[in-house]
């Protein structure tokens, strides 16, 4: 178990594993497991549950943290996603050891549970439809109906799933169900699935199995034979509580605990796996990875950092009620991680052509520059300095309004790392009126950007060298819906309604400063003045550089798409 940073913000399923320790419960043991089921690519929900698992235990000496794949689903399951989630846990900075488990490794051992809960006259074969078996259950205030089956023999009951096994029966034909109570008020107990037949090949076990186990009955079993001791899940499973501790009982197995914490909900995304699948299969975006979902896999591509979603997830702490943790927050902890490690540099998203006229034909200067004013160990670079310049178009107005002070006619501004200078001329298209090029006068005394005079200027621009740049394309993200609640459908809505049509926008011909071709995939950066960027690991090539925007500074989002003309 790797130890990342200790968390010891005080919740209470921290409280109760204390407690437990305190009173020797589980000698003292911290065994917790991630129990995903491999039928999506993880997201941020999951990050959550991941960090609180692995966190937990590596809190405690010899605290362990199981990997488990909760496989009991064949049609929905993949090896694409089992691998997607191995790659994301161990990227998010956890180490599950030799510890790697699928429930399907234990259906033999299933199967030998739920042969003794028939034994123990505690399930039974039951031939109702799924359809019926619903109809059966009655309502929150209505008690449920026995089945007609309910009764049959231990030695029927044991023939008739011994054939269940063997193929003798249709899909969907029976089932086995536990023998609880019918008329409980907690719909879980009335007599719950426990096995139902589906001819459909398994990741793992192909062929070999037509009856697969249940949610309910699986996993408390799961947990018990791994030996975990705080079994932590959200709170939709906490009316399925009684469930597992009925199983456990009834077997008289080895017992964890089941404790229930409130999901994470994030505004302007959604978090449900059958949505975000239904983003990927309909083309709303680009991948399970698309910079713009909510998933690990994306928020990586997107060039979030795993510490940046480890603090994240310590901040907004753990709870027993659901609520909705604001974006921003998010945003926030990527910013502050990113401040920290990224070297800074310098692009131009809507380059405007500079010509210094008074600076020599031909020669070219290298400029020194800081690459991280927060941490000096990260050094300096040299930036290429020549005749011609792009700047931002949004830099520049001819007509400024009143609190524009970057670059106008008639105005001195400073160069980043550069020289101050002065507009002289504005160069226009002859049919369309757009400006193509400005013409400025430099002043040589203030090289690296000071004037010996202290004569002062109000602003300071990015740029870079029109002979030295990059092209590069620049990918802009904005949020993937418009609404902060987007799964709040009221009648006649779909959460697809409020897709952002702008939440992504290509921009092809930037101008990035020459030391960016060394960038390698995934490698982050602060574009100067613009915000915090990646190179794209999958669409980016040495030829051809493109870069994702990761978070913008503060909020220039608006400032950015102004200087595209929007
Ligand atoms: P499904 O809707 O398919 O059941 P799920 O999101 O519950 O999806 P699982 O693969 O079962 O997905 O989740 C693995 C673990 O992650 C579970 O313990 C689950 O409780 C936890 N988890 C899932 N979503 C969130 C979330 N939004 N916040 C915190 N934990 C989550
Ligand atoms: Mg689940």
């Not at 699928?102 to 028939?118: G, N, R």
């Not at 907004?316 to 609520?323: D, P, T």
């Not at 290509?506 to 995939?521: F, G, H």
Request: proline residues 5%; glycine residues 6%; hydrophobic residues 35%.
């Amino acid at each position: 178990m790797s130890i990342i940073e200790r968390n010891t913000t005080p919740h209470f399923i921290r409280s109760i594993i204390e407690e437990d320790r305190a009173a020797n419960k589980y000698g003292a043991r911290v065994h917790t497991r991630f129990p995903p089921e491999p039928n999506g690519y993880l997201h941020i929900g999951h990050a959550k549950s991941i960090c609180l698992n692995f966190g937990l235990a590596g809190e405690y000496e010899g605290g362990l943290c199981n990997l488990r794949f909760d496989d009991t689903n064949p049609s929905k399951e993949d090896l694409e996603y089992v691998e997607s989630i191995k790659e994301d846990v161990r990227w998010l900075g956890f180490d599950w050891g030799d510890r790697l488990y699928y429930a399907s490794d234990y259906f033999e051992q299933l199967y030998q549970c739920a042969v003794q809960l028939i034994r123990l006259g505690a399930a039974y074969v039951c031939d109702l439809s799924p359809e019926e078996v619903r109809e059966n259950r009655g309502t929150l205030n209505a008690p449920g109906i026995d089945s007609p089956y309910r009764n049959r023999s231990v030695e029927e009951n044991l023939d008739l799933f011994e054939r269940m096994r063997s193929g003798a029966f249709e899909d969907g034909s029976r089932t086995l169900r536990a023998k609880i109570d019918m008329a409980s008020p907690n719909i879980n107990m009335r007599d719950p699935v426990m096995y139902r037949i589906l001819r459909a090949a398994h990741h793992r076990t192909g062929d070999s199995w037509c009856i697969y186990p249940m949610y309910d009955f699986t996993h408390c079993i799961s947990d018990s034979l791994e030996g975990i001791t705080h079994s932590i899940c959200t709170l939709e499973f906490e009316d399925h509580r009684p469930l597992y501790d009925w199983f456990l009982d009834a077997l008289t197995l080895y017992h964890p605990q089941q404790i229930e914490f409130a999901r994470l909900n994030l505004s302007y995304t959604v978090m449900s796996k059958r949505k975000l699948l239904e983003l990927v299969e309909q083309g709303h975006v680009s991948g399970w990875d698309d910079p713009r979902m909510p998933t690990i896999s994306g928020m990586r591509r997107r060039g979030y950092t795993p510490q940046a979603i480890r603090t994240f997830c310590e901040r907004i702490g753990v709870a027993k009620r659901n609520s909705t943790v604001d974006s921003a927050l998010l945003e926030h902890c990527v910013r502050e991680d990113l401040n920290r490690i990224t070297p800074r540099v310098m692009a131009v998203l809507n380059p405007l052509r500079v010509v210094i006229d008074n600076y020599p034909e031909h020669e070219e200067e290298h400029l020194d520059a800081i690459n991280n004013p927060e941490d000096a160990g990260m050094g300096t670079r040299t930036i290429p300095f020549s005749k011609v310049l792009y700047i931002e178009r949004d830099d520049f107005r001819e007509d400024p309004p009143k609190q524009f002070f970057r670059l106008a006619p008639g105005r001195e501004v400073r160069l980043r790392y550069a020289y101050y200078i002065t507009c002289e001329r504005v160069v226009k298209d002859d049919r369309t009126g757009e400006i193509v090029e400005l013409h400025c006068r430099y002043d040589p005394n203030t090289r690296g950007g000071d004037s010996p005079d202290r004569r002062k200027v109000k602003a300071t621009l990015h740029w870079v060298s029109e002979l030295h740049a990059l092209q590069a394309e620049v990918r802009l993200y904005d949020k993937l819906f418009t609404r902060a609640d987007v799964t709040a459908e009221k009648d006649g809505e779909d959460y697809r309604d409020f897709l952002n049509p702008d939440s992504l926008r290509i921009v092809s011909s930037c101008r990035v400063e020459p030391s960016l071709a060394a960038a390698r995939p995934g490698d982050r950066f602060q574009f100067e003045r613009l915000g915090y960027f990646c190179v794209d690991s999958k669409d980016s090539s040495a030829g051809k550089p493109v870069f994702n925007l990761t978070v913008n500074l503060r909020d220039t989002w608006a400032k950015i798409e102004k200087s595209l003309g929007s």
